[in-house]
C-alpha cells in the first residue's frame, strides 16, 4: 500500500484492524475499505479478536449488512466486475479508435459546425448504446449484490465526498444505478439515480437531475432541473423537523436556473465560462463516476478532483424551486 503524501508530511496507510482511522488521510481510507468491503469479510467475530474495536472516518462510517454480503460470494462478484471492469477499458480503447475513424470519414461536414457537432454525437450515442450499455447493466447486476457499492463509488472522489453526510448514508445505500444520456439537443445531459425498495426515506423510485443548456453557444443559459422528493414523514434528509434546511446530498435535487456568463464549444463538447459547482458534480457523475465505478468503488480511481475551493458562481444563480 503505498503511503499518503499530504502537506502535512507522510503518513503511514493503516491497514491492520485495530488501526485507529478516526484521522484517516485518503490513504488510510483506501485500505480500510479494501479490508471492510472489497476482498473478505470475516465469516466469524472471533476472526476480529475480542477487544477489536472498528473505528471508521465520519465520511465512510457504515455498517454491515448480513443480507446482502457473504464472504465467498463477495469474492465471486467481485472477481466479475474486475472482468466488467476490463471489458469497459477495452469498449473505450475501441470507441477512441472508431471515433477518429469517424472524424475522418466526415471531415467534410466540419463546414458546418452544429450539423458535424450533431451527427458526432448520435455516432457517440449510438456507440454508448451498444457496446458500453451492455457492460453497465452487466455491472448493475453483479453490483446489487455488493453492499454499499455507490456509496463508497462516491465517497472515493474528493469532490462528491464534501456533499455527502453521515445522514445520507443509509438513503444511498438504496442506491442501485446511475445512468447518463444526452439531452434531446446534444449539449445537455440527464443523469438517473436508481433506488431500491423498501425504501423508509422516499417513494421515489428513481431521482433525475438534468442539465438543460439552451441558446447560442456563444451566450448559453443553464437550467438544473431535479426530480421532487416525495419524502416519508419525518424523513427529509434537508430539512430539521422544524422546517430549516440542511446539509444533504440529496440538494443535489433542487431545481435551479443559473445566470452566469457561459458559452458551449462545440469542438471540445464543454461548457465554458464561470461553471457553477452544481454542474461540476453533475459531469463528475457523468465523466468519473458513471464509467469507472468499479475503480472506485475501490479506491483505485485516480482522483483529481481539486477540492480546495468549492466556492463557485452560486451568488449569481436563481433558485427557482
Request: proline share 3%; glycine share 4%; with cysteine.
Amino acid at each position: 500500500m503505498a503511503d499518503d503524501h499530504g502537506s502535512h508530511g507522510t503518513k503511514r496507510a493503516k491497514t491492520s484492524i485495530n488501526d485507529d482511522v478516526s484521522d484517516a488521510g485518503d490513504a488510510a481510507i483506501k485500505a480500510y475499505l479494501a479490508y471492510a468491503l472489497g476482498h473478505y469479510m470475516p465469516l466469524h467475530t472471533k476472526d476480529l479478536g475480542n477487544n477489536t474495536k472498528l473505528s471508521y472516518p465520519p465520511q465512510i462510517a457504515f455498517e454491515f449488512r448480513p443480507d446482502r454480503y457473504h464472504a465467498a460470494d463477495s469474492k465471486i462478484r467481485r472477481d466479475k466486475l474486475e472482468k466488467i471492469h476490463a471489458d469497459i477499458l477495452k469498449e473505450e480503447d475501441i470507441f477512441i479508435k472508431e471515433r477518429n475513424k469517424w472524424l475522418a470519414d466526415h471531415g467534410d461536414l466540419s463546414t458546418n459546425k452544429n450539423e458535424f457537432f450533431v451527427k458526432r454525437c448520435l455516432w457517440e450515442t449510438r456507440f454508448n448504446e451498444e457496446h458500453l450499455q451492455p457492460l453497465y447493466e452487466k455491472r448493475c447486476d453483479v453490483a446489487k449484490g455488493i453492499s454499499w457499492f455507490w456509496h463508497t463509488a462516491m465517497l472515493a472522489n474528493k469532490r462528491l465526498r464534501k456533499h455527502i453526510t453521515e445522514r445520507d448514508k443509509e438513503a444511498l445505500y438504496l442506491l442501485n444505478d446511475i445512468k447518463s444520456r444526452r439531452t434531446s439537443n446534444m449539449k445537455g445531459f440527464e443523469l438517473k439515480f436508481t433506488f431500491g425498495t423498501p425504501n423508509h426515506y422516499f417513494k421515489n423510485d428513481f431521482l433525475i437531475k438534468t442539465y438543460e443548456l439552451t441558446g447560442d453557444n456563444e451566450s448559453i443559459s443553464l437550467k438544473a432541473i431535479g426530480t421532487e422528493i416525495d419524502w416519508c414523514p419525518f424523513q427529509n434528509l434537508t430539512q430539521t423537523v422544524t422546517g430549516k434546511s440542511r446539509e444533504s446530498f440529496f440538494n443535489f435535487f433542487d431545481t435551479v436556473t443559473y445566470h452566469n456568463r457561459l458559452s458551449f464549444d462545440e469542438e471540445a463538447d464543454e461548457l465554458k465560462g464561470k461553471i457553477p459547482m452544481d454542474y461540476v458534480i453533475g459531469a463528475t457523475f457523468r465523466d468519473k463516476i458513471i464509467p469507472h465505478s468499479i475503480m472506485w468503488n475501490r479506491f483505485l480511481e485516480e482522483d483529481d478532483s481539486d477540492d480546495s475551493d468549492d466556492s463557485d458562481s452560486d451568488d449569481e444563480s436563481e433558485d427557482t424551486r
